[in-house]
């Protein structure tokens, strides 16, 4: 496929989005209400590997959740019932972190390497690595997050202001190196040269587009995935600095905005054009968490620590909150 063929089918998301919210919703809806029958009994608080210093979470159909490594890359899987966990996949070495992280319904994890410049898909059965991708090369890079459409899994660059695509073959066969689409930011998209800018990243509620927060400047962009154009979300002069990872459920947007501690929660219009704050989740257990994932009735974040030093007792751990 070549890099325009791939621009124009990469998300044909509309109906399409919503069929794959669906399947999400039937895959993940006998562990959902068990979450929500437990109650109490589920642990609200567990503890990560000392060291470890988490940055992603995922979480799959079966209540289970994968944490990523800033450390070396490795992948530690937990079972939500149980708060109990195990390694899961060894890491490629310092240098090659496991940052934001999304699985889908085929069992497949997708993992953003960060400085290391490389996605990473594994299999969430045996943790085998299905396929590595080089997305961009040198020391201008930093692949942060990831989210699934369809038709795709889309990276964010932190460092140049720019997209990484993996387009889906039929039956969601994984592209060929030579596949991955580069996507520069255009349009109102505002990033100072030498900062940190795209960060969290999820799709509009009509599927039309993709959402991404500059964490630097705090603004909130609706990106065509097509062109790379970025136009800002009107949000009522609310700033959303920080911002890290993101979780759109529905026309609600959860924004991890790690050193304030706290979750922004923005009802978005129908096509993610504007929103407005509706409420702030915050927790005396937060502890700069970056990422969040949601399970029943649950948001669960790995606390980074980023204010401590990451010694190899340093401790860590994942706490989950209402929703809502």
């Not at 794959?20 to 437990?38: E, V, Y």
């Not at 079966?62 to 490795?74: E, M, P, T």
């Not at 390497?113 to 201008?140: C, M």
Request: charged share 20%; glycine share 14%; hydrophobic share 35%.
């Amino acid at each position: 496929m070549s890099e325009n063929m791939s621009r124009r089918n990469l998300l044909g998301l509309g109906a399409a989005v919503g069929t794959s919210a669906l399947l999400g919703a039937t895959l993940l809806g006998s562990t959902a209400h068990a979450a929500d029958r437990t109650g109490d009994r589920w642990p609200d608080e567990f503890a990560l590997p000392n060291g470890f210093r988490p940055e992603g979470i995922a979480i799959d159909s079966r209540g289970r959740a994968y944490f990523g490594s800033l450390a070396d890359g490795a992948v530690h899987r937990v079972d939500l019932a149980t708060g109990r966990g195990t390694a899961f996949s060894a890491g490629p070495a310092a240098g090659t972190p496991s940052l934001g992280m999304k699985v889908d319904g085929r069992g497949r994890l997708f993992v953003a390497g960060g400085p290391g410049g490389d996605a990473r898909v594994l299999d969430t059965r045996t943790g085998e690595t299905l396929a590595s991708y080089r997305l961009a090369a040198g020391d201008d890079t930093f692949v942060n997050d990831v989210v699934l459409t369809p038709e795709a899994a889309w990276f964010t660059d932190s460092s140049p202001a720019v997209l990484y695509g993996l387009p889906f073959g039929p039956g969601g066969r994984l592209p060929r190196p030579d596949q991955v689409v580069h996507l520069p930011l255009t349009g109102e998209f505002d990033q100072a040269p030498g900062t940190f800018g795209a960060n969290g990243i999820e799709t509009t509620p009509d599927g039309c587009a993709l959402l991404v927060v500059n964490m630097t400047t705090g603004s909130l962009f609706r990106v065509d995935p097509r062109s790379g154009d970025a136009r800002k979300v009107d949000l009522g002069g609310e700033s959303l600095t920080r911002g890290d990872g993101l979780l759109r459920q529905g026309r609600e947007l959860f924004v991890v905005r790690n050193t304030i501690n706290e979750i922004a929660v923005l009802r978005l219009d129908h096509t993610g054009r504007s929103g407005r704050l509706t409420r702030r989740i915050t927790d005396p257990r937060f502890r700069i968490p970056t990422t969040v994932a949601a399970l029943g009735n649950r948001l669960y974040l790995p606390n980074a620590r980023f204010d401590t030093e990451p010694l190899p007792g340093t401790d860590y751990n994942v706490v989950a909150v209402p929703r809502g």
